[in-house]
Structures are given as C-alpha cells and as structure tokens.
C-alpha cells in the first residue's frame, strides 16, 4: 500500500525551476521528520534535505541555497521548491518520513530531468 505519494517532477530546462510535493496517505499518523532524497542512475541515494516537526531544515551543500524544503504538518505534506535547476540534478526524488512510532516510509519517487 502506497503510503507516500510525490508529485511535481518533469522535464525542466537548465536554470528553471520545480516544486515537489509528497503527501502522506489517509492511514498514516505522527509524521516526525520528513526529507528528500535523490537517486541518479548508477548512483546511490542521497540525502537532498529532512525537515523537522518544528520546521528546523537540513540541506546537503548542492542543495543549499537553490533549494527549500517546507512542510504541512495538517495536511501531511512536504515539499520542496528547486530554483536554478542544473543538469546535474537530473534524478528520481523520492519522499522519506519517520513517524513518532518508529516506522519509517518511502514514496514511489518522481523522475525530475534537467536538460541543458
């Protein structure tokens, strides 16, 4: 059952701009802190930004600055505004999120390609 739900990737020439959003499904609760993570192909997954419930942002240093995460706690929502957008961002942007209960969720991903 899909728990995470991105939305938002495309297609974007350089210098442009996409907003992500990831909401979470009717029958989860207690979302703690929520991220974005991304994935090239033939690359690991890494850590974009995680936000917390009190709104206090994290971000990876390619992020800073052209990126910014934000989040709705009432309506289980997390998003992240890309400015700038650069082809080396070209990737699949997945949705992570812990809960206050120990359980931990992933979103199906969303393909955000960059051209030049």
């Known amino acids: 059952q899909v728990q995470l739900v991105e939305s938002g990737g495309g297609l974007v020439q350089a210098g442009g701009s996409l907003r992500l959003s990831c909401v979470g499904s009717e029958n989860i609760y207690g979302l703690d802190t929520m991220a974005w993570y991304r994935q090239a192909p033939g690359q690991q997954r890494d850590l974009v930004a995680s936000i917390s419930r009190s709104d206090s942002a994290t971000y990876a240093e390619f992020a800073k600055g052209r990126f910014t995460i934000s989040r709705d706690n009432a309506k289980k929502t997390v998003y992240l505004q890309m400015n700038n957008l650069q082809p080396e961002d070209t990737a699949v942007y997945y949705c992570?999120?812990?809960?206050?209960?120990?359980?931990?969720?992933w979103g199906q991903g969303t393909q955000v390609t960059v051209s030049s």
């Open positions: 992570n999120s812990d809960s206050i209960f120990g359980q931990n969720y």
